[in-house]
């Protein structure tokens, strides 16, 4: 069930690479990246309520609410920086460098969550990469 969800995330982002480059077009894009920040916290808060989930919160530690803040900060730093580079680049260069987060998040899962890298996974590293650095390099 998992890779069908990770199926749907790539899909859904690819939609948001191409629909973004459309609507970034004469708008600022620290501006574009709070309003589909908004889109996203309205939607992702409807689908709280709607499962009931909620009540939940109490639950949260102070730890967990710590990393999820940290999470939110870079991802907000990630989501400025790619409506920037994709209000100034190519869509087919930026997002290529975007998604080479697959590699760096790959290496801090082995460095600092204590993954066990598989000879597949350094291997399909070793390609995301050469094939950033074609499609870049073009």
Do not use: H
């Not at 077009?25 to 409807?46: D, K, Q």
């Amino acid at each position: 069930m998992w890779f069908i969800y990770a199926l749907l995330a790539a899909v859904f982002a690819a939609l948001t690479s191409i629909l973004a480059k459309v609507g970034i077009e004469g708008v600022n894009s620290n501006l574009a990246t709070a309003i589909r920040t908004a889109v996203v916290l309205v939607m992702a808060w409807g689908i709280v309520f709607i499962t009931g989930v909620q009540k939940e919160i109490t639950d949260i530690t102070k730890r967990s609410w710590m990393f999820l803040a940290l999470s939110g900060i870079a991802t907000g730093l990630s989501w400025l920086c790619y409506y920037k580079a994709l209000q100034i680049g190519d869509v087919s260069k930026v997002v290529p460098v975007d998604k080479f987060s697959v590699v760096i998040t790959m290496v801090l899962a082995f460095l600092v969550l204590r993954e066990a890298p598989t000879t597949n996974t350094v291997i399909g590293g070793i390609f995301i990469t050469i094939g950033t650095f074609i499609l870049i390099l073009r």
